[in-house]
């Protein structure tokens, strides 16, 4: 469900340019499933990226086949140059996937990093999931994302820099209408947690994934995304999101549990991120008192995508979305000072 003080009349989101082909689809997913296959009959078999991701960013290469190699991140969420072209064993063969993780500002050390790869020989391609809300700094790269990352809509993800034949439309239910249902499902629970069970959009959450999941062919997202897209004030959701973020990293500045910095600040935070001892714990903690945050992301079960440069598994994702208000932040906040939190 998406609140109407939210939506506009239609423009452009931030992320689409005039230049670059999007094509938009059912999921992120499948946005990468087009450019595996894509650098696959271009000769690419190899993907490098770092420590941090969600096993369906690497689920489409792998099923071709590719190797997956894994390098490390430091504490301000950048990836170890010194390692990442140590790997590099057969570049012109490699993609490099990169993520500007959480929404935070791109270092111009970090652009000359990926400048540094395609002179190489490797081709870069830059995940947007996260940073939706800015224009993009990588214009002239293949870029794909996940829409649902950070915006109310029930389906949808795109992919530019690379031609894409026509899609095909979907087979049986479509994700998007199931989805949609748990939305409005989750706001009544959100609204009134006693009235309404919290299985009943957690079940149909799950049977829009596994829709999504088993798709065989990408497919176009659906037109009620589309049209939210199009009327999607994101100036106000930038301005929210900023002032939520901000009022948690003030807050506990000076915590236990602060902020994580990164080299060059934040843009437009997808969260607010911390660092904790026991993440799981955290998590816990706070969804007892009705705060709910994900951990972005949980190790891969196959040890040999961690096994260099470890992972980054300490991290818990605060939300700053447009859906809280100053109130909900001290919320956060408070629950963070608490001393229940403390060592967790």
């Not at 009349?9 to 990468?32: K, N, V």
């Not at 057969?90 to 652009?111: I, M, N, R, W």
């Not at 199931?178 to 609204?191: D, E, G, P």
């Not at 176009?220 to 900023?242: C, G, I």
């Amino acid at each position: 469900m998406v609140d109407e003080r939210w939506l506009t009349a239609d423009h452009e989101p931030p992320w689409q340019t005039r230049s670059d082909g999007i094509t938009y689809t059912e999921s992120g997913r499948q946005a990468l499933a087009l450019v595996a296959s894509y650098l696959t009959a271009r000769g690419r078999n190899t993907l490098v990226l770092p420590s941090l991701f969600c096993e369906s960013m690497i689920a489409p290469f792998m099923a071709m086949g590719w190797r997956i190699l894994v390098v490390s991140l430091d504490e301000r969420l950048d990836v170890d140059r010194s390692a990442l072209l140590g790997r590099l064993d057969d570049p012109e063969h490699s993609v490099y996937l990169h993520t500007p993780y959480f929404g935070k500002a791109e270092s111009e050390s970090g652009l000359a990093l990926l400048t540094d790869l395609e002179a190489r020989g490797m081709v870069v391609v830059v995940d947007e999931s996260h940073g939706l809300l800015e224009a993009t700094r990588h214009p002239q790269r293949i870029r794909v994302a996940s829409l649902r990352k950070l915006l109310p809509l029930p389906d949808g993800g795109f992919v530019a820099g690379i031609p894409v034949p026509g899609l095909g439309l979907p087979t049986g239910e479509r994700a998007a209408a199931v989805r949609w249902r748990a939305m409005i499902q989750k706001s009544a629970f959100l609204q009134d947690p006693r009235k309404v069970p919290v299985s009943l959009h957690l079940e149909e959450f799950r049977r829009a994934e596994e829709l999504t999941e088993s798709s065989p062919t990408p497919a176009p997202m659906s037109e009620r995304s589309r049209s939210v897209v199009r009327r999607l004030d994101y100036a106000a959701l930038r301005k929210q999101r900023r002032a939520n973020f901000a009022a948690i990293r003030d807050g506990l500045a000076g915590s236990s549990h602060p902020v994580v910095e990164t080299s060059a600040g934040w843009a437009t935070p997808s969260h607010a991120v911390v660092a904790a001892r026991d993440p799981r714990a955290l998590q816990v903690h706070l969804s007892r008192h009705g705060v709910y945050c994900p951990v972005h992301w949980v190790a891969p079960a196959d040890p040999r995508l961690t096994a260099v440069g470890g992972w980054r598994g300490n991290l818990l994702s605060l939300p700053v979305d447009h859906r809280y208000d100053p109130d909900d932040m001290a919320r956060i906040v408070a629950l963070l000072r608490d001393p229940a939190a403390q060592g967790l």
